[in-house]
């Protein structure tokens, strides 16, 4: 167990449906991401919150939909998906998103992951 | 390419040898970490080396880090089978002003019995 939970861990889903995905983690970080794993493809960022704050987001269709309500809590709201869609979506966390005494970035805990079929 | 790549794509061994796992990046890092992954799992950190660093060690793992070649390695000695797992590389890099942790694509490590 990493500390960071994930729900559901696996998802089917039509195209014009709605869902949302949870991620919550026990570790009091700072800093929540959220991931896309395709088959035969790297590691996709998506979105990155800080502070309940959102930094980043990689370009992400606008059919995902992030929120993060608290430091623990983030969540990913899907609608209109497409057949591509289908993936693991990982999320992680990490004390903070950037150290300021080393310049680097922290180590990241990952969630079990969500396996998503959009049919 | 990718920031982080690894080498080999796929590596098969038998129980007991020792794995090697390779990694090259393009730009000047902070720090390298090594993550591995069981099939449809989330990703697990097992060590990570500075840039001012050259070996690291952690039980089984020996992790190299060569910043003039920009290569880093994974030893994973006395294997077993449950190693087998994917084994991905990730270095921290500046994107636009920020740093972010950005992923190569694994390499999928099977131990036969």
């Known amino acids: 167990e990493t500390g960071v939970t994930q729900t559901p861990r696996h998802l089917v889903m039509g195209m014009t449906n709605k869902k949302s995905l949870k991620c919550e983690q026990h570790?009091?970080?700072?800093?929540m991401y959220w991931y896309k794993q395709s088959a035969k493809k790297p590691l996709e960022l998506m979105f990155v919150?800080?502070?309940?704050?959102?930094?980043e987001n990689n370009s992400v269709p606008s059919r995902f939909s992030p929120e993060c309500p608290n430091s623990s809590h983030l969540f990913l709201h899907l609608h209109t998906l497409q057949p591509e869609d289908s993936a693991l979506y990982l999320c992680a966390s990490s004390q903070d998103i950037f150290r300021l005494t080393s310049g680097s970035t922290d180590t990241q805990y990952f969630g079990p992951g969500t396996r998503l079929t959009v049919l | 390419s990718q920031q982080g790549e690894e080498d080999p794509q796929a590596l098969s061994i038998q129980e007991g040898e020792n794995a090697t796992m390779n990694c090259s990046y393009k730009?000047?890092?902070?720090?390298l970490q090594w993550y591995r992954q069981n099939s449809g799992r989330g990703l697990v950190h097992l060590i990570l080396?500075?840039?001012?660093?050259r070996e690291k060690h952690s039980g089984r793992l020996r992790v190299t880090l060569d910043t003039s070649k920009k290569s880093s390695s994974l030893l994973i000695t006395a294997s077993r089978a449950a190693d087998t797992a994917s084994y991905f590389c990730a270095t921290d890099v500046a994107i636009q002003g920020a740093q972010k942790l950005v992923f190569g694509q694994g390499t999928r490590l099977t131990i036969n019995p």
């Open positions: 919150y800080s502070l309940e704050e959102r930094v």
């Open positions: 730009t000047s890092i902070n720090n």
């Open positions: 080396i500075r840039s001012n660093e």
């Open positions: 570790l009091g970080h700072n800093a």
